[in-house]
């Protein structure tokens, strides 16, 4: 897959205070890619340069080939912005909210009206086209805001935070929004506080904090960097010297230690957990519980920046 986002060596600053220091990234064609970082780690600032809305001090941005600076028009001609904060007219109806929208990238007519309806169809809005903006819920308000970024079909699809307290049936709706603009060909940056989303729909995934990038790559990538260790552990109250010998001795087991509990540490992939199990069995061991503690991106979060998400 070739790149269709190139952010190289991005710095901007507001006066004195950096907000994004030399920051790299490399989205690819079609690809769903994470943003994540903790508040003010400079996630919106930066998808407001790749989307033009303010300019930078330092580096180079390509879209789809297209340069940023020599080539603005092109660049914010293949970009839709779902912003963070909802911006809808609230007394006009979701028809009129997208198609304002709309125009603004040039459509008109029957091609206006037909990118409209289509668009609220895809966030499941069809049944409210000319309910008014203020009336809606907000899940149904941000799922609106997404249909006003998407509905000139862009190529690069960039949402900062689209899922910001909405209900569990929006969230869904949004989810599966996603999917099928990216199985329709668009390319999306997708920015979330909300961990198990991003592990759900990301292909790959940049950490930031700070301004700087902290990390990036696919979910297995970035677990494989804080450990690539799981660690099973067996309530078992007693267990016989060569039944542990036994285990240390079974492929992939790094480690055994017994105190009560049996903990193994095995590779993140280890599949040998029933040959464990069927070990104790035949040797009577009597086995109270098992638990199986691996990385997530939670914790890989928390190791690489020292900082909760939330
Ligand atoms: N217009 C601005 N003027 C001054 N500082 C700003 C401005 N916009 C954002 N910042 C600061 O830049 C940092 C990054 O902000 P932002 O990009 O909104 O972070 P995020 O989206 O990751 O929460 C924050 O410290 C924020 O206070
Ligand atoms: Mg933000």
């Known amino acids: 897959m070739d790149n269709f986002v190139s952010v190289s060596k991005l710095t901007k600053r507001y006066g004195d205070f950096t907000a994004v220091d030399n920051l790299s990234f490399e989205v690819k064609e079609r690809e769903v890619f994470g943003f994540l970082g903790p508040n003010g780690a400079g996630k919106s600032t930066t998808l ?15 879209v789809g080939g297209h340069d940023l600076r020599r080539e603005t028009r092109i660049v914010k001609s293949l970009i839709g912005l779902v912003p963070q904060e909802i911006a809808l007219y609230p007394t006009l109806s979701a028809y009129e909210n997208v198609a304002f929208f709309a125009s603004l990238y040039g459509l008109s007519g029957r091609a206006l009206k037909s990118a409209v309806l289509e668009a609220l169809e895809f966030v499941g809005l069809s049944d409210c086209v000319k309910k008014r903006a203020e009336k809606m819920s907000g899940g149904m308000q941000r799922r609106l805001n997404i249909a006003c970024g998407i509905a000139h079909k862009p190529k690069l699809i960039v949402m900062d935070e689209p899922t910001v307290g909405v209900d569990p049936q929006s969230r869904e709706q949004i989810m599966r929004s996603i999917r099928k603009l990216r199985e329709n060909g668009a390319t999306i940056i997708y920015t979330s506080h909300y961990m198990p989303e991003v592990q759900e729909i990301c292909d790959r995934i940049a950490i930031i904090d700070g301004g700087r990038l902290a990390a990036s790559g696919t979910e297995e990538e970035l677990l494989k960097m804080v450990t690539d260790v799981k660690t099973i552990t067996i309530d078992c109250p ?27 540490e095995v590779p993140l992939r280890f599949t040998g957990i029933s040959t464990i199990l069927q070990a104790l069995v035949d040797n009577g061991v009597p086995v109270d519980n098992l638990k199986t503690d691996a990385p997530n991106l939670e914790t890989t979060f928390l190791a690489l920046t020292g900082k909760e998400l939330r």
Not at 240 to 264: C, T
């Open 48 to 62: 407001h340069v790749i989307c033009n809305l303010t300019g930078f001090d330092k580096g180079e941005i390509s």
């Open 238 to 264: 007693k267990i016989d010297e060569k039944i542990i010998n036994f285990i240390v001795d079974l492929p992939d087991v790094k480690r055994v230690k017994y105190q009560e509990k049996l903990k193994i």
